[in-house]
């Protein structure tokens, strides 16, 4: 059973709102007194996250779980979904438009990231949604 969930929503392209989820997710954790490495990595999963949502799908929710011995990270959006995840994981790959590009994001780097900080990840992916879990542990 989880000791702390608790769930976030994140809207499509709304860059206002960009990061807000990884700060709060900062606060609690520094709160918990988890070590700085277990906040660093968790926080860079939890924006990768929650940036791909705002850039590449229609909106969405991240749902943060504290376990006795790991933080779960729940990343699921609406669609359109990702067409080919094997391609989607590769650095360097995006789909990112120009505009999006001038905002500095676009590397292609965000799941990579979430892959290399994260001991866990799985993600499925549908024209109805994508669903991106990943785990930290202790
Ligand atoms: N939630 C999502 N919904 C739909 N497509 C996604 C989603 N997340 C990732 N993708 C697709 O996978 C590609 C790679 O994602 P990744 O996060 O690695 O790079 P990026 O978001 O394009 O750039 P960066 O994260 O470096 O700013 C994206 O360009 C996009 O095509
Ligand atoms: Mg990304």
Redesign the pocket.
Known sequence: MALYSKEFEVKARDFDSAGEVSSNLRAILKQLSLAPDIVRRSCIVCY?AE???I???YG?TIKIEIFEDRIRII?E?TG???EDIEL??KEG????PEEIREMG?????????IKANSDFMDIK?SKDG?V?VAEILF
Request: proline letters at 6%; aromatic letters at 6%; zero cysteines.
């Open positions: 990768e940036m791909n949502i850039i590449h799908s969405g990343a959006d359109p979904g990702i989607a994981m790959y995006s789909t990112a994001f676009g590397a292609g780097m965000g799941l990579p990231n992916s994508t991106v």
